[in-house]
């Protein structure tokens, strides 16, 4: 839940949350439900219990986020669903700088509260961030969200995003891959000043990279 108090917040609460489902996916000992199930409870109010028969799930991790500035409050808990008895839960209030630190800490509590042993590969996927640079995951964040509106006039926003992303990291694939979505899309459309070579340029850029 973004408790931001601002609507154009949004974003930074479900990337965080897309993360977060993206980091418990990796260890194989756990089923977790897509990000498109998860994110289709947004807004709804529903018992633990129920919640879990319906997305056939033991365990549910809710919580919020709270932005300002640089500083970000985020809380979460986690709720075994038959029985809605809380096995942990934790409040984080930091600067932006720590935001990957954060989301380590809730994928490791949640690892640990379920007793749960990590392969020396899945601790390494979980604490493997796709750059190390706060403002660069920021502006991905919203050019990732602004990439599944489908819209043809965003498309050029986010190419600038992505060039300043791949200014402030030069090594971060996942921005040279959505920099080459944007480029190629806005190439196939003919928008003048694209480039398909450019569009090429990004994508080969991300997989040497990744």
């Not at 839940?1 to 965080?16: A, T």
Request: aromatic letters at 8%; charged letters at 25%; a negative charge.
């Amino acid at each position: 839940v973004n408790l931001s108090g601002d609507p154009e917040q949004e974003y930074f609460s479900d990337g965080v949350t897309e993360d977060i489902i993206t980091d418990l996916g990796r260890v194989a000992a756990l089923y977790v439900v897509s990000r498109n199930a998860a994110f289709a409870l947004k807004g709804r109010t529903v018992a633990a219990a129920q919640l879990g028969h319906e997305q056939n799930v033991s365990y549910i991790l809710e919580g919020s986020v709270r932005r300002s500035g640089a500083r970000v409050r985020i809380t979460a808990q986690l709720v075994e669903a038959a029985t809605d008895t809380q096995l942990w839960a934790d409040r984080f209030d930091r600067t932006l700088e720590d935001i990957f630190a954060i989301q380590d800490e809730i994928s490791h509590a949640i690892v640990d509260a379920l007793k749960i042993r990590l392969a020396p590969a899945e601790k390494k996927a979980i604490e493997q961030r796709v750059t190390s640079n706060a403002e660069a995951y920021e502006l991905y964040l919203l050019a990732r969200r602004f990439s599944r509106t489908g819209s043809e006039r965003i498309q050029p926003l986010i190419v600038r995003l992505c060039n300043r992303m791949v200014e402030l990291d030069p090594d971060f694939a996942l921005a040279w891959a959505q920099l080459s979505f944007a480029e190629g899309d806005l190439s196939q459309r003919g928008v003048p000043g694209s480039s398909w070579e450019r569009a090429l340029a990004a994508a080969d850029r991300a997989l040497a990279l990744d």
